[in-house]
């Protein structure tokens, strides 16, 4: 790719990965509004936050494989104009089953067109401060519309255009969708690996099993009281897992081009940077689907009181991204581990102030916790997926991208059904909701983000600035 065409095409796939990224949390505050305009229950609300997820692990791995092989804007493309499709479907939908099916649409194509720009970013960008930067932006966009979807879907649905209130949330996607599509189709080159690698069906097939018997059981077994299939479901996943990883080994050595290739998950950084992924974003999930649940239906807050109270996370966020892209590639272990330790801290205060305030809780009380969550935030994402990425050799690029953004889906499914579960108790009735179970599920935020620092210390101490050593497709990264 020519250097100037390098940042319109990234500015396209973050754009894409953005809109990709607000629909995943958008769609917490206007759950209760969803709820009671469709008649669904608890269960059906929580799928529609869930099954968006589920769809896009389903597919992280194979969209980045995909990328690989046909060509990342082609896939890029199609992504995109699916995304945008599913959204309208979504937008109109009548009933809960029919959203929910959107839904699982949209998650569906998201995972075709997001691995594609940490693809673009490892491919197109050499070692050094442009790859840096482009990680900083990446993280940046992935930090604004984690805490920045809340804020949007709370604005949309209490003032949305012509009447429409909760269905703004998806039709946005359209006017952002045509941008993406047509920055990505001008600006973006049809990059793919080289020597252009095999796919591997029955790897979709079990990896997908895998994270379906993982998901299902923990969203919908809670509603059910447990019942014998949902344990089985669960117990059933790390047979599966194993039979996948025992598949993929076994290609390996036949030269056969995994599906994710195990030698990335020798890779220290590699494979322990997957886990602090899962814990850290399993904790957000969980934060903010907390939060609107106890907000809206244990306190009768509107959505868009429930909006302005999320405001100090990212306002957070602000204060300490700048200081990360300066010094990131220097102290990168040190910085996702204090931010998440920051992150742990401030969240334990938010669980702290629910649990004492009660029924009495203002966004005042929220606000200083929150925005120590942000500042954490603030510090970790910028360099997180640089950290954990930065030893993969670029023809495992699409490989890597799709496993990153596949835990970062599946952290949302379980974070989503780890709060469900601390929230509702045995129960789903949202009016029996109180301010206990919003501190008990946010205590389990802060448990998460005290995991992921203390994995932080199996990082890189710092991150690639120079040039790759030559013939290894691998940066330089001393530890």
């Known amino acids: 790719m020519r250097p100037g065409r390098r940042w319109p095409a990234l500015a396209a796939a973050l754009l894409a990965t953005f809109m990709d990224l607000v629909d995943v949390t958008i769609v917490n505050v206007a ?15 929580q799928w529609a936050a869930s099954v968006y997820a589920l769809g896009y692990g389903l597919f992280l791995i194979t969209g980045g494989r995909l990328g690989d092989v046909w060509g990342r804007r082609r896939v890029l493309l199609a992504g995109i104009v699916g995304f ?28 075709l067109m997001v691995p594609q720009a940490l693809s673009v970013i ?4 050499p070692p050094g401060r442009q790859r840096t930067l482009a990680f900083t932006l990446y993280g940046l966009v992935l930090g604004v519309a984690q805490v920045g979807g809340p804020v949007l879907g709370g604005l949309l649905t209490q003032y949305g255009w012509a009447g429409l209130g909760w269905r703004t949330i998806f039709y ?8 993406a599509l047509l920055g990505a189709w001008r600006w973006m ?9 095999r796919l591997d069906p029955a790897g979709m097939l079990l990896a997908g099993a895998a994270t379906l018997l993982v998901t299902f059981p923990l969203v919908e077994g809670r509603e059910r009281g447990w019942p014998l299939w949902s344990l089985a479901m669960l117990a059933g996943a790390p047979v599966v897992a194993g039979v996948f990883w025992r598949h993929q080994r076994g290609r390996e050595r036949r030269g056969a081009s995994p599906l994710v290739p195990p030698e990335l998950l020798r890779r220290r950084s590699f494979g322990a940077g997957l886990v602090l992924t899962l814990a850290l974003f399993a904790g957000v999930s969980a934060c903010f689907i907390a939060l609107t649940w106890g907000l809206q239906f244990a306190l009768g807050w509107s959505p868009m009181r429930v909006a302005l109270a999320g405001l100090a996370w990212p306002a957070g966020v602000a204060c300490t991204a700048q200081l990360t ?10 910085l996702v581990r204090t931010g998440s330790a920051v992150m742990a801290a401030g969240m334990t205060a938010v669980a702290a102030t629910t649990a004492l305030e009660g029924r009495g809780l203002t966004p005042w009380a929220l606000a200083p916790g929150l925005a120590v969550c942000g500042i954490g935030m603030g510090l970790v994402l910028p ?9 993969v050799p670029a023809g495992g690029s699409g490989a890597a991208s799709g496993v990153f953004n596949s835990v970062t889906q599946l952290a949302g499914v379980l974070g989503v059904a780890a709060a469900g579960v601390l929230f509702f108790g045995r129960g789903a009735d949202p009016g029996a909701a109180d301010p206990a179970g919003t501190a008990r599920a946010l205590a389990f935020a802060a448990v998460a983000f005290a ?11 710092r991150l690639p600035y120079g040039e790759a050593r030559e013939g290894t497709g691998v940066s330089p990264v001393p530890v």
């Open 325 to 334: 892209h300066r010094y990131g590639h220097l102290r990168a272990r040190l």
């Open 451 to 461: 995991v992921a620092a203390a994995l932080a210390g199996l990082l890189p101490r």
């Open 189 to 197: 080159d049809d990059s793919r690996a080289r020597p252009a690698p």
């Open 122 to 125: 490892t491919v197109q960008f």
């Open 84 to 111: 945008v499709a599913a959204s309208v479907a979504a937008g109109a939908a009548g009933s809960a089953e029919a959203l929910v099916a959107a839904r699982a649409a949209q998650g569906a194509c998201a995972g």
């Open 172 to 179: 946005v996607n359209v006017p952002v969708g045509l941008v």
């Open 31 to 45: 759950l209760p509004s969803i709820q009671r305009d469709l008649g669904a229950d608890a269960a059906a609300g």
């Open 383 to 391: 360099v997180l997926a640089n950290a954990v990425i930065s030893e």
